[in-house]
């Protein structure tokens, strides 16, 4: 079974607009990643956040976790036509490194 | 590109039949885990492997099994064939003596089952 929903399910926007994606889960976690698959191929790991952290950056790139919300969000800023793809959430199971996935985020991204 | 490799790339079964899915992980990592993805959804935990014994396993049936080599390469198998199948099989490599916890992707293998 999913960890959670994300959401939306779908997202369309403009090249240099900025895209907000948000993942909501079940259960403790130590962490949150999130990952990026181009149309049903393998799975790009993006970001890693542990669940003492609040916020983190890396490149175009801002995460943000709230714990006591079980929610998290990925912002991606300047969105470029190659940042076309579908986005998860993955949290771990019960500090093990196995991951449970959320549903995805498809992003289209227009030039 | 990460260092894992699956192979086939796409796989075109009968109901009923058996399949083998194969993967070799990325060098220097130890353990592997198996995820099924189903169209427009998340991947799931089928099982990983860790020094050639099966280390946790998602909610999938005992028909679903799997190998762990020296070499840390692995194999999924997949016995009377359903349906429901029909999937993108990935597996995902790590080195648990690195507690980034990051996991590192296959391009996924393709079965579709008729």
């Known amino acids: 079974s999913q960890q959670g929903e994300e959401d939306p399910q779908a997202l369309s926007i403009q090249e240099g607009e900025n895209a907000t994606m948000n993942c909501s889960y079940k259960t403790s976690i130590n962490n949150l990643q999130w990952y990026r698959q181009n149309s049903g191929r393998g799975l790009v790991h993006l970001i890693l956040i542990r669940s003492n952290e609040r916020e983190k950056h890396s490149g175009r790139l801002r995460v943000t976790l709230d714990t006591s919300k079980k929610s998290s969000s990925l912002l991606i800023t300047a969105s470029r036509a190659a940042d076309t793809a579908s986005y998860f959430c993955?949290?771990?199971?019960?500090?093990?490194?196995?991951?449970?996935f959320g549903t995805g985020t498809r992003l289209q991204v227009f030039p | 590109e990460t260092g894992v490799t699956q192979s086939p790339t796409h796989l075109i079964k009968t109901r009923g039949q058996q399949v083998t899915l194969r993967c070799s992980s990325q060098?220097?990592?130890?353990?592997v885990s198996w995820y099924q993805q189903a169209l427009g959804q998340g991947p799931q935990f089928i099982f990983q492997y860790y020094r050639e014994e099966e280390n946790g396993r998602g909610n999938f049936p005992p028909r679903f099994s799997g190998l762990q080599f020296p070499n840390y390469s692995s194999e999924l198998n997949v016995n009377a064939l359903e349906l429901d199948d029909s999937a993108l099989y990935l597996c995902?490599?790590?080195?648990?003596?690195?507690?980034?916890?990051?996991?590192?992707f296959g391009p996924g293998t393709r079965l579709t089952v008729t």
């Open positions: 060098s220097g990592h130890n353990t």
């Open positions: 993955a949290t771990d199971d019960r500090g093990t490194d196995k991951l449970i």
């Open positions: 995902a490599s790590s080195d648990r003596r690195d507690r980034s916890y990051e996991q590192y």
